[in-house]
């Protein structure tokens, strides 16, 4: 097959997967027009003895699963899409300018390779959690940066095309089922009486939960009286250090130090040991004899287990697990999501 032969395949399949791409956009379309959001989440996906069921009026242990699971499957569909978009545009400036669309694209995604220095930053910021030296592991780390690269260079293209109003997703999210949450007795900050409650559920020892208090609190900062954040555990590391330290958490709330030893936590997360409660306690100045009683109390273990088994109640497979009044927070990018979500309730 000669060099012409080649080219001509390759624009049969760029044309063919345009063609079908813009043909799942142009159905997705219709299936939207046809029903509102509400109406989506108004349809029965079961009938039981005379009644039908939404997805909100399933047990939460069902509901959620099924919503996340619906989620990933949108999450699928996006990036199809998104390439379907990235495609129609390489096929386009490559005609413009009488090239092949492979040069096309490779230019329109071009990026600079990771520098020693942006290695290196990552390195250092990393270095307590790879526990390798760096000529071990830079491989790697390029590699990741790369790939970090190329996603936010996509991001850029894609969302220049739709600042200008030339591409848009027509498909839906699906809406997460709203759940109750029993918060009462577990710590909060902010405004107890504010439009927006957030509820997270996490784990000392992961590491996007460590990201996500930071995300709360410019949170708080930003929104003020806006915004409650109550906190509560979800102990799923298997080394049951985060469990030993969630109730060393209850412990420093007993004497109003709860926020102050869950900082201390996140800020040592690559430190933590089963020592590390006592430790925290005696940097906190709490009182000791109070401190050690309350750690082998009944009380304080039920509290951590009830957290824990609301959130399986829930359906939760994974920290941080975030509800913003009682809808499930999706998104890669907590502090993005988290903004978008709170913006649009006020």
């Given amino acids: 097959m000669n060099e012409n032969q080649r080219q001509q395949n390759r624009s049969k399949f760029t044309f063919a997967f345009a063609s079908f791409a813009f043909g799942m956009l142009i159905s997705a379309t219709i299936m939207n027009a046809s029903k509102t ?10 009938y039981y003895k005379g009644s039908d069921f939404t997805l909100s009026d399933l047990p939460s242990s069902v509901a959620m699963p099924y919503y996340e699971m619906e989620h990933e499957h949108f999450e ?45 930053t990552f390195f250092d910021a ?46 839906r999210p699906p809406t997460s089922p709203a759940v109750s949450i029993a918060t009462e007795g577990y710590p909060t900050t902010g405004n107890p009486n504010a439009k927006i409650q957030i509820v997270e559920f996490a784990d000392y020892q992961c590491p996007h ?49 709860f926020w102050e030893f869950h900082n201390l936590a996140f800020d040592n997360q690559t430190q933590l040991s089963n020592d590390s409660p006592a430790t925290f306690a005696n940097d906190l100045q709490l009182d000791t004899a109070q401190f050690e009683s309350c750690l082998t109390a009944t009380e304080t273990i039920k509290k951590v287990k009830d957290s824990e088994l609301q959130a399986i109640g829930l359906g939760i497979r994974g920290t941080p697990a975030i509800f913003v009044n009682g809808r499930k927070l999706e998104g890669h990018e907590v502090e993005q999501a988290l903004t978008k979500a709170v913006e649009a309730l006020l």
């Fill in 209 to 257: 939960c460590k990201e996500a208090s930071h995300t709360m609190y410019k949170l708080l900062e930003q929104y003020g009286d806006q915004i409650q954040l109550t906190y509560m555990d979800f102990p799923i590391n298997r080394s049951g250090i985060s469990r030993k330290v969630a109730e060393g958490a209850v412990c420093a709330d007993q004497q109003g130090k």
């Fill in 76 to 120: 699928k569909q996006r990036a199809f899409m998104e390439e379907a978009a990235l495609q129609l545009l390489a096929a386009e400036k490559a005609k413009k300018a009488n090239i092949t669309e492979a040069l096309a694209r490779e230019q329109l995604l071009s990026i600079t390779p990771p520098s020693e220095e942006e290695i290196n």
């Fill in 37 to 46: 959001p509400s109406e989506e989440q108004a349809d029965a996906l079961i």
């Fill in 126 to 171: 990393n270095k307590d959690r790879i526990n390798k030296p760096l000529y071990e592991i830079k491989g790697d780390i390029t590699q990741y940066l790369t790939q970090q690269k190329v996603r936010e260079k996509r991001f850029a293209v894609l969302g220049e095309l739709e600042s200008k109003g030339d591409f848009a997703l027509l498909i």
